[in-house]
């Protein structure tokens, strides 16, 4: 096989060396995924697992994944808690905030879609209401592996994503991801 | 994001004095110190926070509208997610109360096991305060080795009730399970290791200059103010009052275990740092001795499943006894 | 606490509907709401008493009237008390005990928010938990969780 087929399929790492050949639009798209910045939200009580994700066992930086206070310097929000109708237009103007192209991860059963709280006066159903959402992790809270597995799928579609672009492809559709709950929850 | 204020007060903010030169800024409710979502309305005078209006309510969910439609067992796993940090104690505070309404007799073992994970609990939380706390500071190195601490303390909890997090894990009458196999040697392994990790955190943070002078006379809340605010925990123990209330009226076995209420005077940030480090310590001792004293027996509930309209008519039969 | 609750019946008479006392610390009062601030203030100030600590006030529908409830703790005797009275529910009027407990602002403000209960004299009685438009008092018997009332609300759960 030829560099160049061999190209087409991804980044070749030449053996035993430092150097690796890729064609930009891979190299970007590999970039690109690897630096996701966060935003900080922690809402509730899936940001205490949020936290724990990010902290030493499970070391969220490993994914390069960061986590930031400020929406302009964000590529993904991790709404991580339940949103009430007092919260939701604020979240709403930090997700107007953040830079394209950009990504929503919906943490837990309150994000995804109430929750606990289905039946509650102030608790909005979900923050897809108001904002577009590409991976919904469900558990009450998610398990950090769970919330680490939907962040993993997000970084193959970013990367799909970016490689179509460059390449002229239409973009592949947005079908949200769903994680489902592995185990015990919690 | 500010907005330069000149004389007069603006109709809008009722509350708020303005100085003539003052500076309004808003913080949150998304602020670098998230989480817990809260917005300040602070009025600048120079570099000097002359007023602050908190707002709150972002998190509000009416959950007492929804748990008077519920059965009370139901409700338990909401009070997990009350304060999240400390679910346990939520937990026991609704079904020490449902237990008080229905005259319910706790089996001793459930008592032990009880206190047991609420120090555990108590070690979890304050955890989290030290490692958040640090990172405000912006030593974020104190974040890493709290949730590192953290972590075991949580495979503890869940290799008991199964959850990480929310573990709904105290029943009305007892606790739904026993520990499990070999789980107090495990318990004793992590207080052996914990007791150097404190020392550890003593390094980094206690007899660190820099985190002295920024917490040492910082925030002062006299015991006056802290008082008439209806202050409680450990923020008013750091303010001079004596009130625990595991002393004042113990519940479960409490009154049976040895440990001493730190309560310091300053009422500094300082001080209240030192109140829960020294907390960590005297959970590790209370963890110790019911380790030892656990007696053997039934754990689980022993009592019926009271739906709400009985326990209605048992606070009646309780209101009636009370009034005799 | 004897001598304390002879002093304070014979101070208040009639304005104390009733009275329970659990434990040796631990005392329950039924009293008018006419006279709400002036125990409150009583109960602060008078040298057997010491109330200074509030630990909680709520308020709950009955479906009749509201109830007023108030819990104090002295930290010099280590007392415990707890003064209810109740307000009809059309004239929902109580006096506010910030200038006595100024840690009761933020109470009164959720109870106001919660039931719609008017603590007269309190300095800042406006919404505290809930968004500033919305509109009735929710944790009132008779308020319907209306859908339409929440733009933002989905289905409601078959109960
Ligand atoms: S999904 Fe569960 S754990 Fe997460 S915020 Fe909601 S109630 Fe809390």
């Not at chain 1, 150097?19 to 205490?48: E, H, N, P, Q, Y």
């Not at chain 1, 929406?71 to 949103?83: L, N, T, Y």
């Not at chain 2, 070999?182 to 020392?199: A, C, E, L, N, S």
Request: aromatic letters at 10%; glycine letters at 8%.
């Amino acid at each position: 096989m030829g560099v160049k087929e061999r190209l087409e399929q991804g980044i070749i790492r030449v053996p035993g060396g430092t150097i690796l050949v890729a064609k930009l639009a891979d190299l970007m798209a590999w970039a690109r995924k690897s630096s996701m910045w966060s935003l900080t939200f922690g809402l509730s009580c899936c940001a205490i697992e949020m936290m724990a994700t990010a902290a030493s066992r499970y070391d969220l930086d490993r994914f390069g994944m960061f986590f930031r206070a400020t929406p302009r310097q964000a590529d993904v929000m991790i709404v991580a808690g339940w949103v009430s109708v007092k919260m939701a237009p604020f979240i709403k103007r930090l997700y107007e905030q953040m830079p394209e192209p950009k990504y929503v991860i919906a943490m837990g059963g309150c994000a995804s879609a109430g929750g606990p709280y289905r039946d509650s006066i102030t608790i909005v159903k979900g923050v897809d209401q108001f904002v577009p959402v590409d991976v919904y992790v469900y558990g009450c809270p998610p398990r950090p592996e769970n919330l680490i597995l939907g962040i993993l799928k997000l970084q193959e579609r970013i990367r799909e994503e970016h490689r179509a672009e460059k390449n002229g492809l239409p973009r592949p559709v947005r079908e949200p991801i769903i994680i489902p709950e592995t185990g015990a929850t919690g | 994001m500010s907005v330069p204020v000149s004389s007069p007060t603006p109709s809008t903010l009722s509350t708020v004095e303005i100085l003539s030169q003052g500076m309004v800024i808003n913080v949150g409710p998304q602020h670098p110190s998230t989480h817990g979502v809260l917005r300040l309305i602070l009025t600048l005078d120079g570099e000097q926070i002359v007023a602050c209006e908190p707002v709150i309510g972002y998190l509000h969910r009416g959950l007492e509208k929804m748990m008077e439609r519920r059965p009370y067992r139901h409700n338990i796993p909401f009070t997990d997610r009350l304060d999240y940090l400390a679910a346990l104690s939520n937990n026991l505070a609704i079904c020490q109360c449902t237990e008080r309404l229905g005259g319910v007799e706790v089996p001793e073992r459930a008592q032990y096991i009880r206190v047991l994970l609420m120090e555990l609990q108590r070690i979890a939380s304050h955890l989290v305060f030290l490692g958040t706390f640090g990172t405000d500071l912006g030593a974020t190195t104190m974040f890493l080795y709290a949730f590192r601490e953290r972590e075991m303390v949580l495979d503890l909890l869940e290799e008991c009730t199964g959850a990480r997090l929310t573990y709904n894990w105290v029943r009305v009458g007892g606790v739904p399970d026993d520990l499990p196999e070999g789980f107090g040697q495990k318990v004793q392994d992590f207080v052996k290791i914990f007791r150097q990790r404190i020392g550890e955190y003593d390094m980094l943070l206690t007899r660190n200059r820099i985190f002295r002078s920024r917490t040492q006379g910082i925030g002062v809340l006299p015991k006056e103010t802290a008082l008439a605010y209806g202050c409680s925990g450990p923020v008013a123990r750091a303010s001079g009052i004596a009130y625990d209330i595991r002393k004042v009226a113990p519940y479960e076995v409490y009154d049976r275990v040895e440990f001493d209420v730190p309560v310091l005077e300053s009422g500094d940030v300082w001080a209240r740092y030192l109140v829960r480090m020294e907390e960590l310590r005297q959970s590790l001792r209370i963890i110790e001795q019911v380790l030892q004293d656990m007696p053997e027996g039934p754990c689980r509930p022993n009592c019926p499943r009271y739906s709400s309209l009985q326990l209605v008519s048992l606070t009646r039969v309780w209101k009636a006894r009370v009034a005799s | 606490m004897n001598q304390a609750v002879e002093n304070l019946l014979q101070r208040f008479g009639e304005a104390i509907t009733e009275w329970t006392q659990f434990s040796p610390n631990e005392l329950r009062l039924t009293v008018a709401a006419s006279s709400w601030q002036e125990i409150a203030q009583y109960l602060r100030d008078e040298p057997l008493w010491r109330m200074d600590y509030p630990a909680d006030l709520t308020v709950w529908d009955t479906g009749n009237e509201f109830g007023v409830y108030l819990r104090l703790w002295s930290s010099v005797y280590n007392h415990n008390a707890i003064v209810l009275t109740s307000i009809s529910r059309e004239q929902p009027h109580i006096a506010s005990l910030t200038a006595i407990y100024p840690g009761v602002d933020w109470h009164e403000r959720e109870m106001y928010d919660m039931y719609g209960v008017i603590f007269e004299g309190h300095p800042n009685l406006k919404r505290i938990l809930l968004p500033d438009d919305w509109e009735g008092f929710p944790f009132r018997k008779d308020y319907v969780a209306e859908p339409s009332g929440n733009p933002l609300h989905g289905p409601q759960p078959v109960n």
